[in-house]
């Protein structure tokens, strides 16, 4: 222990320390290890608790839900079996459930007396009790309710009687057990508390039991969950049951292995009752109930297996049942879904071959039908004696043979049906006759298919009335065939059945409805087209007079017009006009009935011949309404120019008029202003008049506009007399425009000018207010240096204001002055802005030079401020860093005394600062300034005393700190919680470390302690208590440490000490157990038992012996262990569960070597008896063998065959007995045992079999006759089975049947015979004979049989797309050669629709064959290819002759189609070069222009290639088609080529005019755009010269040298914009000429403007040089009268006083005149150049003009003052003359008139 005091404690006090402290110490490791322990075991409780309270809630919770569905089921009624079965089902499910949950219980129980044993009280026994009570009570009325409903079920349903009485022991000993742990739990409540060692004697073995018995039971329930499965109680259909097979499999596998385990429960139980005797009674019922359940358990197994293998059959049963019912339910879809009986041979003899395939297929199906009957009886031979065991399979099998014959009998049927039907037809001529016939119906029809009645060329009409003439010959000579076919249909409708006859009735009423049909047609199209050739003939008559009349009309129309002035003229053309537009109306009706004649003729025509009217048509209505056009735009033409004219010369007569009333109203008077409010109305009124004239430019812009498209609409002759007094009126308004403008200009400058000057006066006097503000501010301004520095500069800024603004003020006044506008008003206002200026500048020069002291004072100040504050700041930065270096001030201790003596300096500078600041008026600023300082003082002072303070104390305190921290932070690892001798040896040198250093540390510890109390008492830290706290911290930490090590390290090595012992034997049993554990495993992991069984027996002995001998080493480990536990205290578990793991490793070790050397003695004897059994039955084998080759050599001799019988039947059960051994040794010993018994046994089996065949088979002897016939039967067979091999899995068609195979049973009887024989043939050499041919033919049928296995799957798996192939492939082959002659019967020139709806047809139906195709292809890979590949080329070549005799016809029609395309495409661009839209006029919207030609560009290009080919093509096309056909092809061509050539030689020429309109149109705007930008520059100048007139000066006399030059360029303007208007549209016309004209009078207005600018320009330099010469003089003056005031008034000299009061006079004399001489240059305009030296004019004018008077009366003034004062001169020198005298006279007197000299002063 270490313990560490105060300096002033002695060695007594150290040691009472020291015993109170380990006294302390043991009872707080006493208090602390109750808690830890107590705390442990109430969490151990709780956890205990909440399983118990959860397990219990989920018990309570599913008896809660069990009892509601045991609630919810009812008795059912005897008679309904399927719920009978329901009820079943839900009994074992629950009663599995039952047994499942029956270890929840047993866990319950056990965890109720744990909790118990843990808690020790009575009220929480209680209530456990009646919680086990209750849910105990509830099991029970559970398993009643299951009995009682179990036994209302049992007559129902008898078969399941076994499982509830099962079920029911399993539930009661659950109960029993529950109530058994439930009393236990009571004895358990009222023994007396024991521990916890003495609740179970022997754990280890209790243990193991419970573990086996837990298994073993969760094993059976789980097995029995599986067999009480409601699946067993119901038999099966269909499905599988593999699954269940396979889980019932999976518990016999693990039976043999649980039964192992049953064996050592068994043996466990046994153990325990001899050792505890009474005690262990519960552990003796628990065993037995385990034998007996196990035994129920293996009889339930067993017969579950039995049910599997019955259901097994019933399903294989039930499989062939279910092809069989397949195959009959297909023949029935089929025959369901055959169509009726076609009335065409070839079609019919199809059907009934079909359903003769049918028939027999179904037929082949009654072996299949036998063997199913077969089955069914075997299955009800297993089931014998069972009530009613195969009332389910009768029942299937009775439907299912009904079924199959009614579908055999309705395919027989059908097959009568359709032979019936075959032979009722009519014969082959009938069909011959028909084609014939309907062939030349079909031409006839197509032929008049074509619209022959159809309006064409004349010759043309002429020939198709012949043609139909010639078919009306060719009808009357085929009645006879007519005829022929009626009398046979006759014949038909005797014999056939209605709905055959109904076909044939419909056939032949469509024959002749179609030959009737074709009678009308031919009359009716001979008369039709004798009526159209009348009407065709009387419109062409027509058509040619109405031309004839409208070509004279036309030359009238076209006659020039008069000039519009001509009155005469133009009423009388009008005259004419009117007579021609009556005649139009009376001409009207019989051009209507032109137009309606031809309409009727076009709806009538062909279409090319149909084009051609409606072409005469439109050329004869455009030439009629071209006329009608004319002749009505002619008259209102001529009656509008009449009208218009009249109309147009009134409108400018009164134009005219207005601008002459305008011109006197505005232009002639003038204008005075005296107030702005005149000079505002006059602006306004101006701007009035000025907006009404141009509001009249509009309506001179319509007049224009109305003459210019008036007279554009005449002949050039008719434009001059209008346009001459169109001129004469523009002209004039122009010019009023012109002068109203510049007046309303004048004036607006004027106004402009007034508006400046007030602007200004207001800056000014901003100006000036602000600067007053100014003064008024910093009159009482108190600061430090910046606010002064600040100010000053203020007032500097100010008074350095430009006078630019005031001399623009004296400008602009004199402008407006010098044209008498506004002067009285202007010289008010001048005149107070001056004296306010003058007086404020005086103010500020006077506070400027204030400022500029007060400045001086504060820097000063500042400089003294900063001076200390550096001194400060550079000794607080070496504070700051010998603090930061650990330097103190004992260490340098002449810096420290400097150091002291400066702050002590500066702390007297501050306060006599402060003294002074106080003494004038305090500034804020300073005062803020000295206390910062006093501030940056007191924190050096403060920085001063850390200094003082000794530099490394914070670091050795802090490294005391750290290193007890540290100790601190180690000293938990020395708590003992391991027993590993590594880890306590490490924990014990931890120990020692931790020793030495605080043995170390104790020195440095006192000093620092001594050191930090000196520290705080001096305050030499910012932190005394803070200080004071750590070091006391500090103390009581060190003691603490020192007695936790001095404890730990005694614990530590005595643990250390114990540890290595319990190690070392715990090391040594631990490797024997682990050894000896991994050889057991390794020799145990064998399936079953090891093959070298006496070495592993030898082993086991030798490893029993080493148990013995090894038993006191566990017992001195479990001494050792308790040792070490109370050296470990609350981590004696440590001990424990090694120790514990350590026992039941031991008793895990020797038990399963004990069962292992028990195991392999068992088997031993085991196999020694088989091996003697085998041996004696394969000596008996022997010997009858040896009987059997005497009996073969010798003959067949009945005695000794009697003999060996009755010894093979004795044999037979000795061999039961071997095989009964055998299985149950290879079913519980594993793979090994079976690979050792298991082949001795089967070679035993099949010898024992060999020979009792050989005692069986002894017969008589066969004959030659036999044996031939079977040689013969047998090479027939052979021969045909070999033809089928070679077919291979070839399919054909008779493979479509269902699984048939008629010779198998002669194949199989041949066979039977053959192995008859061979053991009857009289010797060797005829039993190898058969045995080669019996070998010869059962491979070959195999073979045969394989293939037919192979073919038949093949074709039942491709018999849908089979058939639907065939019928696909024959409705392709059917509408193939309907195509065809639909093709063949197409007229010339074919019909395009026709044509189109024919490839439509072919292209869809191309799907149809892809899909047959298809299906194709499927059936050749899936085997068939020998029955598709002659249908699928058969198919092919059909399809490829009828698309070649369709392709010509398709490849015209797209060509046609084509060609119309291309030529919609080239009427559509010819359509845009001609549209109005875009060409109206050459220079109409030339980018549009351009996008059009740009499109059309891109369609030829586009459509180049497409023509070009199309063209070329025509030859090739042309030649393949007919000769009709071929003529509209060249005529479609020839139209296409005349189109497209057209059309590019348009586009050529419209891009050829586009070029050159662009050019000169880029050209114009160009000219145009250059003149406005000269035009902008010019007035920009111009009015930049009246805002500023000197600044632009040079600028102007450039322009106004470019004059001529523009004025080209406006010329080459003017005459481009005039060729334009010649072909530009009238809209566009007039924007261009309002262009052209307002670019004129731009023009017009800047040369008037520059000329005259010029001209005043040369005014204003006669004015300037006269302006000089007054300024000049005006100065001399001025400078002479300041002069004057300048001189100094001398009182001394008075005649000099009175010469300068003379020139005073003079100059106020010449006052008045020199005023006038200010006042007219002030009304003058002044150059800006001159305007500075007016403004100083003006200025020192009224300096002067108000200084003269003054000092002329100052020097009066002066003089009047000298004179009186020379009077009181004289008078006190007369005075002091007569005082003098009289105080010689008398010295001793007092000065008389005393007090009248100071009445007189």
């Known amino acids: 222990m270490v313990v560490v005091v105060d300096e002033t404690s002695g060695d007594s006090a150290t040691a009472a320390l020291e015993s109170k402290l380990q006294v302390l110490g043991d009872r707080w490791a006493a208090i602390c290890r109750w808690t830890e322990e107590r705390w442990i075991l109430l969490q151990e409780i709780l956890l205990k608790w909440q399983h118990f309270t959860n397990e219990q809630s989920l018990v309570d919770s599913w008896l809660t ?55 020790k009280n009575k009220e929480v026994a209680s209530k456990l009790e009646a919680r086990l009570d209750t849910l105990t009570q509830r099991w029970d009325r559970l398993v009643q309710s299951l009995d009682l409903i179990s036994a209302q079920l049992s007559p129902v349903v008898t078969a399941a ?201 179904l037929a082949s199906l ?201 009155s005469e003229a133009l009423e009388k053309q009008l005259e004419q006009c009117t007579a021609l537009v009556n005649d139009i109306h009376t001409i009207q009706p019989s051009v209507n009935g032109i137009n309606e004649v031809g309409l009727q003729l076009k709806k009538e025509a062909e279409p090319p011949f149909a084009i051609h009217i409606q072409k005469e048509l439109d050329d004869l209505n455009a030439q009629w309404e071209n006329v009608c056009k004319q002749a009505y735009a002619k008259k209102s033409a001529l009656k509008g120019g009449l009208d218009k004219t009249m109309a147009l010369r009134k409108e400018m007569q009164e134009m005219q008029e207005w601008i002459n009333q305008a011109e006197e109203d505005y232009l002639e008077r003038d204008f005075t202003y005296k107030t702005p409010e005149e000079l505002r109305k006059a602006v306004e009124e ?125 400008e602009l006044a004199q402008t407006l002055m010098d044209g008498g506008v506004l002067d009285e008003l202007i010289m008010q206002k001048l005149d107070a802005f001056n004296a306010r200026w003058d007086a404020l500048m005086a103010r500020a020069s006077l506070r400027q030079k204030e400022l500029a002291k007060s400045l001086q004072w504060a820097q000063e100040n500042d400089k003294t401020l900063v001076s200390i504050q550096e001194s400060l700041a550079n000794t607080d930065r070496h504070l700051r860093a010998y603090l930061a270096d650990n330097i103190d001030a004992h260490q340098i201790p002449q810096e420290a005394q400097k150091i002291q003596s400066d702050l002590s300096g500066h702390d007297a500078s501050l306060e006599e600062m402060k003294r002074k600041n106080q003494e004038k008026e305090p500034s804020q600023r300073m005062t803020g300034q000295i206390e910062l300082t006093q501030k940056m003082l007191t924190d050096v002072w403060t920085k001063f005393r850390l200094f003082q303070k000794p530099a490394n104390f914070e670091t050795r305190l802090a490294e005391c700190e750290r290193v007890l921290a540290g100790v601190k932070g180690q000293v938990g690892v020395l708590d003992i919680r391991s027993v590993e001798q590594d880890v306590v040896q490490s924990q014990l040198e931890q120990c020692m470390k931790l020793y030495k250093v605080l043995s170390e540390v104790k020195g440095e510890v006192e000093t620092v302690i001594k050191t930090g109390r000196q520290i705080v008492q001096r305050q030499q830290t910012e932190h005394p208590k803070e200080l004071d706290g750590r070091v006391t911290a500090l103390k009581l930490l060190y003691n603490q440490l020192g007695a936790q090590i001095t404890e730990s390290k005694l614990e530590l090595e005595k643990s250390l000490k114990l540890s290595r012992k319990l190690r070392k034997e715990l090391i040594g049993l ?144 000795k061999m039961e007995e071997v095989k009964t051994l055998a299985q149950e040794l290879m079913t519980t010993r594993g793979e090994d045992c079976q690979a050792q018994v298991g082949p001795k046994v089967e070679l035993l089996t099949q010898r024992f079999d060999t020979i009792a065949q050989r005692i069986a088979s002894g017969l008589t002897a066969a004959s030659a006759k036999e044996l031939e016939q079977y040689h013969r039967e047998a090479q027939i067979w052979l021969n045909l089975l070999e033809e089928e091999a070679k077919q291979g899995e070839n399919l054909k068609e008779d493979d479509f049947r269902e699984n048939k195979d008629c010779e198998e049973g002669a194949v199989k009887e ?110 050749s890979e899936a085997g068939a290819a020998s029955l598709v590949e002659p249908r699928q080329l058969q198919l092919n070549t059909r399809w490829a002759e009828v698309e070649g005799k369709l392709k010509p016809f398709q490849r015209q029609c797209d060509y046609l189609a084509e060609l119309q395309a291309l030529l919609n495409s080239v009427a559509e661009a010819d359509f845009k070069l001609s549209s109005p839209e875009y060409w109206p006029a050459a220079y109409y919207d030339l980018p549009q222009q351009e996008r059009c030609l740009k499109e059309v560009r891109a369609i030829i290009d586009k459509l180049r290639a497409p023509v070009e080919a199309a063209l070329s093509r025509r030859q090739e096309v042309a030649a393949t088609a007919r000769p009709l056909e071929g003529q509209r092809i060249h005529q479609s061509a020839t139209q296409l080529g005349t189109n497209w050539d057209k059309l590019n030689k348009l586009h050529k020429e419209r891009l050829t005019l586009w070029q050159d309109c662009n050019t000169n149109w ?140 003379g020139q005073v006079q003079a100059c106020v004399e010449e006052l008045p005149r020199k005023k006038a001489a200010v006042v007219e240059l002030n009304m003058r305009q002044i150059p800006a150049d001159k305007q500075k030296d007016i403004r100083i004019i003006n200025t020192r004018w009224e300096q002067v003009s108000k200084a003269l008077p003054e000092r002329q009366l100052e020097i009066e003034n002066l003089l009047k003052e000298l004179d009186g004062l020379q009077v009181q001169l004289d008078y006190l020198s007369s005075w002091v003359f007569r005082t003098r005298t009289h105080l010689e006279r008398n010295p001793e007197e007092h000065p008389p008139g005393e007090n009248a000299s100071f009445s007189l002063l």
């Open 65 to 119: 839900q069990k009892e509601e569905l045991v609630r919810s089921i009812k008795t059912p009624n005897e008679k309904d079996h399927s719920a009978t079965m329901a009820c079943l089902r839900h009994l074992a499910i629950v009663k599995a459930e039952l047994d499942v949950k029956r270890p929840t219980m047993d866990k319950l129980c056990a965890m109720s007396q744990d909790l118990l044993c843990s808690v």
């Open 161 to 361: 009687s076994p499982e509830p009485e099962m079920t029911h022991s399993g539930t009661a000993s659950v109960t029993k057990v529950t109530r058994e742990s439930v009393a236990a739990l009571r004895q358990a409540r009222e023994s007396p508390p024991q521990k916890k060692r003495q609740v179970v004697v022997d754990s280890e073995l209790r243990k193991r039991f419970d573990v086996d018995f837990t298994e073993l039971h969760s094993y059976m329930t789980r097995g029995e969950a599986i067999l009480h499965s409601p699946e067993f109680s119901v038999s099966r259909k269909e499905g599988s049951i593999q699954d269940l097979y396979d889980k019932v499999q999976l518990i016999e596998r693990e039976r043999p292995e649980k039964y192992r385990k049953l064996q050592e429960a068994t043996r466990t139980a046994q153990t325990l009752v001899e050792q505890e005797g009474t005690r262990a009674e519960d552990i003796a019922q628990a065993a037995e109930q385990l034998n007996q359940r196990w035994v129920g358990f293996c009889a339930l197994l067993a017969d579950r297996l039995v049910w599997l293998a019955y259901q097994t059959k019933v399903l294989a049963f039930y499989s062939l049942y279910e092809q069989c019912v397949q195959a009959v339910d297909f023949s029935d879809n089929w025959l369901k879904v055959q169509l009726p009986p076609s009335p065409e041979p070839e079609a019919l003899r199809v059907q009934l071959d079909r359903c003769r395939e049918e028939v027999a297929r």
């Open 366 to 566: 009654q072996p299949q039908v036998e063997l199913l009957d077969k089955r069914l009886k075997e299955l009800k031979r297993e089931k014998d004696g069972e009530e009613d065991a195969s009332a389910f399979l009768d029942a299937d099998i009775t439907v299912f043979k009904e079924h199959y014959r009614k579908v055999l009998e309705d395919l027989r049927a059908r097959e009568r049906q359709l032979q019936l039907i075959l032979e009722s037809l009519p014969p082959a001529r009938y069909k011959e006759t028909i084609s014939t016939l309907l062939a030349w119906l079909q031409e006839c029809e197509a032929k008049l298919a074509i619209p022959s009645t159809a309006v064409t060329e004349y010759p043309i009409m002429e020939q198709r009335l012949k043609d139909m003439e010639a078919l009306q010959v060719a009808l009357t000579s085929h009645q006879g065939q007519v005829d022929y076919l009626t009398s046979a249909v006759e014949q038909v409708f005797q014999k056939a059945p209605p709905e055959i006859c109904q076909k044939y009735h419909a056939e032949m009423d469509n024959i002749m409805a179609r030959w009737r049909r074709l009678g009308t047609m031919l009359t009716d199209n001979s008369k039709t087209i004798k009526e159209l050739m009348a009407k065709l003939v009387q419109f062409e008559n027509d058509v040619k007079t109405l031309k004839k009349w409208m070509a004279d009309v036309d030359v009238f129309l076209n006659e020039e017009w008069p000039a519009l002035g001509d």
């Open 686 to 810: 101006l701007k009035r008049a000025q907006e009404e004239v141009h509001s009249k430019e509009l309506k001179v812009k319509l007049l224009t506009d109305s003459v210019n498209s008036f007279i554009a609409k005449a002949p050039p002759t008719a434009h001059d007399a209008l346009r001459s007094e169109l001129d004469v009126l523009k002209v004039n308004y122009q010019r009023l425009c012109s002068r109203l403008d510049g007046k309303c200009k004048t004036l607006e400058e004027v106004w402009a000018c007034w508006c400046e000057l007030l602007s200004y006066l207001k800056q000014e006097n901003a100006f000036l207010d602000q600067l007053e503000r100014k003064l008024d501010e910093i009159d009482n301004l108190q600061g430090g240096a910046e606010e002064l520095r600040e100010a000053l500069d203020g007032i500097e800024v100010l008074l350095q204001h430009p006078e630019d603004n005031r001399n623009q003020i004296r």
């Open 1070 to 1213: 631990t490797e024997w157990l682990a050894a000896t554990d991994a050889e057991l495993t390794r020799r145990s992991a064998v399936d079953g038992v090891p093959s070298d069984l006496e070495a592993e027996v030898a082993w086991a002995q030798s490893i029993h012996a080493e148990t013995e001998k090894r038993q006191p080493q566990l017992q001195a480990v479990v001494d050792l262990a308790e040792a070490l536990k109370a050296v470990l205290r609350v981590h004696g578990s440590l001990v424990d569960d090694k120790v514990s793991l350590l026992h039941c490793n031991w008793i895990a070790v020797t038990s399963r070597a004990e069962e292992w050397l028990n195991l392999l003695l068992a088997y031993q004897q085991q196999m020694r008896k088989l091996d003697g059994q085998i041996e004696e039955v394969n000596r008996w084998i022997d010997g009858a063998n040896k009987k059997m080759d005497e009996l073969d050599d010798r003959g067949p001799n009945d005695a000794s065959i009697k003999v060996l019988r009755a010894e093979l039947e004795l044999t037979r059960k």
């Open 1310 to 1419: 041949l066979l039977l015979r053959g192995e008859n024989l061979q053991k009857r043939a009289p010797d060797q050499d005829k039993r190898e004979q058969i045995r080669l041919k019996q070998k010869q033919l059962g491979n070959k049928y195999q073979t045969v049989k394989d293939l037919r296995v192979l073919r038949n799957r093949k074709a039942l798996a491709i018999a849908p797309q089979w058939y639907q192939y065939r019928r696909k492939s024959h409705d392709l082959l059917a509408w193939l050669d309907d195509i065809q002659r639909s093709v063949d019967q197409l007229p010339d020139p074919a019909e395009g629709e026709r044509v189109k709806e024919i490839v439509s047809q072919t292209a869809r139906k191309k799907e149809e064959l892809k899909e047959v195709q298809g299906l194709a292809n499927q059936l």
């Open 1562 to 1701: 880029h050209k114009f705007v160009a000219d145009q755009r250059a003149l406005e930008e000269w035009l902008h520059e010019a007035e920009g100048a111009l009015k930049l010269a009246e805002s500023e007139p000197a600044a632009p000066r040079q600028h102007l006399r450039d322009l106004t040298e470019a004059i001529p030059l523009q004025e080209a360029a406006l010329n080459r303007v003017t005459s481009a914009g005039e060729d334009i208007s010649r072909m530009s549209t009238p809209d566009d016309v007039s924007r261009l000429r309002a262009q052209l004209k307002f670019l004129t009078a731009r023009w017009a207005h800047v040369c008037e403007q520059l000329n005259e600018r010029q001209r005043r320009s040369a005014e204003a330099r006669t004015t300037a040089a006269h302006l000089q010469e007054t300024v000049g003089s005006m100065m001399g003056w001025l400078n002479k009268v300041e002069g004057l005031l300048g001189i100094p008034l001398q009182p001394a000299e008075p005649q000099h006083i009175r010469d300068t009061l």
